[in-house]
Structure formats: C-alpha cells, structure tokens
C-alpha cells in the first residue's frame, strides 16, 4: 500500500529546504483553476503538469514546480483537473468524458498565446498521465504541444501492467458493472454513477483537505486509456516515460516492457531507480531537467 503519511512528510521537508527561483501566481480559465511558476525571464520550456487520481496540484507536486524552477527558461503551470482541488465541477463527477480533454485544449490555448515561443510539455503522473495518453490519442484536439512526459503513469486494467510484487492492497475498487453497462449503451447510462472508490487511510482524508475519493463512470473514463497499447503506439509527440523503480502499484519491469513492446520510435523510457509512485514526483526533475535540456 502507498505510504501517504510518508510522502506527506517529504514534502514538508522539501517545502523547508528548497530555495524559490520562481514567483508563483494562480489562475483561472474557465472555472479550471492553475498555479503557474515563472522566472524573471521568458520561458523557453513550460510544462504544463497534470496530477494524479484522487489528488490536486496541492498535494507536493508545488515541490517539482519550485524544482523546476531553479532550471533558467523554465516555467511551470500545475492544474487541477476538473472535479478536483480548486477547479468547477462536482466532485470525481464530470457530465461527459471528454469535457475534461476539452480542459486541456482550453489550458493550452491560455499557454500558447501567453508564451507563443516557449515549447510546451505536457506532464501527466499517474492517472494523469493516462488521461493526456486519451486527450492525444482519443481527441481532436486543437492545440500545440511539443512533448508529452508520463511520469508513474497508470495505465488502466487493459494495459494488464503486473502490479508490484509487494503489492498487499489495491488502492483503488472497482464495480466493473456500471462500465460494462455504459459501454454497452454508447455512455447514456450509468455515466455519474461512483464505481470507483480510491481507498485512502482515513487518517490522511481526515488531515489532507481536498481529496476525492469516489469516481464515476465519465471521470474515471476520461483518465482511463481504453487500449493503451494501441494508443501508446499512436501517440504523435516525442514522449518521456519516467517508471518508478519502488512503485507501490505497480511492477517496474512489466512497464519498462509495455513501453519497449508498444512505444513507438519517438518514446524514451527511464527508470527512477529509488522512487516510489508518489515520490517520484519529487526526485523526476533531474531527467526531466536532461530532457527538456534536449530541446
């Protein structure tokens, strides 16, 4: 099971010892909340960083925007999905699947034409990470982005991913009823109803404000890849995926071959050795930093 108090503390020892390189303002687009961390100068690189289920940009991914953020031409934007953290929407509910890839067109236009000579990255960890594989590959989207980094992507039950070997409780249950149901009626039915519940320790939901810990059918749908082999093989950006090496959930191994038997010429995989699910968001920005270094 993922270690949430141990992350938690992590975090605050981050949040004591980094230095901010970078002045943070929020925003709003349309009801979707952000946190956007920007240097003195013009950026030459933004990543634009989803985060993960359950969860808001709150919770420690600020720690790799103040990281970041100490790289000169870097700027940062972390966003809460809709139905999480400080964005509109019911709570883990959204009317549609694709109003939330919908979000992400809307987010990059405010980028694009803020920075119109700054590339884009889009970063997604865990089951964001999932939801941007849809979004490009599900979508028609409209909006230009240079790169795609996936960073502990979760990648749904299709991508049969072997969970990690001392794996002792899921984090997630699933009603599978509801989706085969909704499925079957091309999403008329069921699409609101919560066949998810994210099992966090109660202690952490009791101390951590802000977390969903029911989905439905549509959200879960939206951050879900429905045939993740094929659509990680179409993928059109050149593409980073950043395994974690301790991950909690899953075996570092069957990702590191899902991504050499379905990555396309454009993917690179690496593994962060010593990370697990949720620190790797802490220690991802040194290969992120020699990614973008490449650009």
């Known amino acids: 099971m993922i270690d949430f108090h141990h992350y938690i503390t992590q975090a605050n020892d981050y949040d004591e010892t980094l230095t901010d390189s970078a ?10 909340s952000y946190s956007l961390y920007l240097q003195h100068d013009e950026p030459d690189h933004v990543v634009i960083v989803y985060h993960g289920g ?15 953020g100490t790289i000169p031409g870097v700027a940062v934007c972390l966003v809460d999905i809709r139905g999480h953290g400080e964005s509109v929407g019911e ?20 980028i694009n034409k803020r920075f119109p000579e700054a590339r884009k990255h889009l970063l997604g960890h865990s089951s964001g990470a999932g939801m941007l594989l849809n979004y490009l590959t599900r979508y028609p989207y409209q909006q230009h982005a240079d790169s795609l980094i996936m960073l502990a992507p979760e990648l749904g039950p299709f ?15 699933v009603r599978q009823w509801p989706f085969i149901i909704n499925a079957i009626c091309g ?20 101390t951590t404000p802000g977390l969903v810990s029911k989905y439905s059918v549509n959200m879960a749908n ?14 059109p950006l050149p593409t980073l995926f950043l395994a974690a090496g301790r991950d909690e959930l899953f075996s570092a191994q069957s990702l590191a071959d899902f991504a050499s038997q379905h990555g396309n010429v454009q993917l690179e995989f ?13 220690s991802a920005y040194r290969e992120i930093a020699l990614y973008l270094a490449g650009y």
């Open 23 to 32: 002045l943070m303002t929020d925003g709003d687009v349309a009801g979707l």
């Open 54 to 68: 359950g969860v808001n940009r709150a919770a420690g991914y600020h720690i790799l925007a103040r990281q970041l």
């Open 91 to 110: 709570r883990g509910r959204v009317e549609r699947p694709e109003r939330i890839w919908e979000d992400v067109d809307t987010l990059l236009e405010v």
């Open 159 to 173: 991508a049969k991913i072997a969970p990690a070997t001392t794996i002792t409780q899921s984090f997630a249950k």
């Open 187 to 206: 999403g008329l039915l069921f699409g609101q109803y919560p066949a998810i519940r994210l099992n966090f320790p109660a202690s952490v939901l009791e």
């Open 222 to 235: 939206a951050l879900t890849p429905r045939q993740p082999a094929i659509q990680l093989a179409e993928l």
């Open 270 to 282: 690496r593994l962060l050795e010593n990370s697990t699910h949720l620190d790797s968001i802490f």
